[in-house]
């Protein structure tokens, strides 16, 4: 097995979190879905609501957000590896 970059894991991340949450938002105001599903991130996410605006400031928080925590995955992950092989 191999390491994990701690830079390009968090990079991808980041990307993929605030993706999907940017996507979710509009997928909510296209189909008009139950917007409850995503409003619970609005007690995180300083500004964010399920709009086209609230989009924009969710993948702003949401980026960084995913970026630290698949830096701390891809750090523990390298931490437990030698464990993992032996």
């Known amino acids: 097995m191999n390491k994990l970059s701690v830079r390009a894991f968090a990079i991808t991340a980041g990307l993929l979190w605030g993706a999907a949450l940017f ?14 599903v995503l409003n619970w991130l609005s007690a995180f996410y300083r500004g964010y609501d399920v709009s086209p605006m609230g989009s924009v ?21 390298n931490k437990c590896l030698p464990k993992i092989q032996a």
């Open 23 to 36: 996507f979710m938002t509009w997928w909510l105001i296209a189909w008009g879905e139950d917007a409850s």
């Open 57 to 77: 400031i969710g993948l702003a928080w949401a980026v960084p957000d995913g970026a630290f925590g698949g830096a701390i995955f891809a750090w523990v992950y």
